[in-house]
Nanobody, 113 residues
Framework: VRLVESGGGSVQAGGSLSLSCVAS????????MAWYRQAPGKERELVAK???????YYLDSVKGRFTISRDNFKNSVNLQMASLKPDDTAVYYC????????WGQGIQVIVSS
């Protein structure tokens, strides 16, 4: 299974970006999907996740600014990011977990002040 992210890039503080992750085959209806991020010199952290019942979890620092959603028919999970801050700068990774765990290759998000 491959997870392919898209939608990253550079934006000024206060701006918005949307990330998308598409799986190479039909796994989304069985897996909890998540977005992690890793900033330079920091450990990878869980940003948001959505389970098969669409229950969500958010890192405290992104609550109210980020929204995770899934489309099982399109095998995709999205992360809408608004009111971005320089601290949101990181490589963002798509993650799928059930019995097996899959990671995307990562996509860069840069937020300038």
């Amino acid at each position: 299974v491959r997870l392919v992210e898209s939608g990253g890039g550079s934006v000024q503080a206060g701006g918005s970006l949307s990330l998308s992750c598409v799986a190479s085959r039909d796994i989304f209806n069985l897996y909890t999907m998540a977005w992690y991020r890793q900033a330079p010199g920091k450990e990878r952290e869980l940003v948001a996740k959505i389970d098969i019942n669409n229950a969500t979890y958010y890192l405290d620092s992104v609550k109210g600014r980020f929204t995770i959603s899934r489309d099982n028919f399109k095998n995709s999970v999205n992360l809408q990011m608004a009111s971005l801050k320089p601290d949101d700068t990181a490589v963002y990774y798509c993650h799928a977990a059930r019995v097996a765990i899959y990671w995307g290759q990562g996509i860069q998000v840069i937020v300038s002040s």
